[in-house]
């Protein structure tokens, strides 16, 4: 058993600084949520997408990662996923209701998914990974590592939604900047 006191005098809650504010000089680690210390958002591949859509508004995030009973990762499903034109393609496809679309059928599967290694990301600044968002037309890019036996495992994510908060200001994927005083024009511009 633990101790405990009673509580008297002034005692106040603990109250977190807020997001700390980042530059594109900074180093991409800091913007990187680290799933070794956040519980993870999951789904399985055989739910419904509406149900997918209703856990994401729950969690307050974006994407989903699918995985099987194993925790074996099969893709990631984003609410730009649910909420645009891939169901309806899927629907006119295979003449099914809505609410029988699966998070199978419109994810991103596990063999188009790219990830930056934590080593890269460890030598990154955050101006590197707006790039690699702008480059590639993505909210979301994942960080892999490796265990100590070499097994693969999706350590962290990067999302432009939280890079934006850490920023203080909209970055538009619109643009392709490359470089870093292309980014930060127009991440001032805006």
Known sequence: MLPAQRLSGAVRVFKPASAKR?????????????LRHSHVATINPQANIELANVYMKQRGVRSLFVHNGDHTLQ????ATDILGEKPMRFNQDRHIKHSEILVSDIMTPLNNLEAISIDEVRRAKVGHVIASLRDAGRQHTLVLDRDSEGSAFICG????????????????LTEVAK????IEATVVSH
């Open 179 to 182: 470089t870093f005083a292309e």
């Open 75 to 78: 893709g990631v499903i984003t």
């Open 157 to 172: 994510i990067f999302s432009l939604t939280q890079i934006e908060k850490q920023l203080g200001q909209a970055i538009p």
């Open 22 to 34: 980042v530059t594109l000089e900074s180093p991409a680690i800091e913007i990187m949520t680290d």
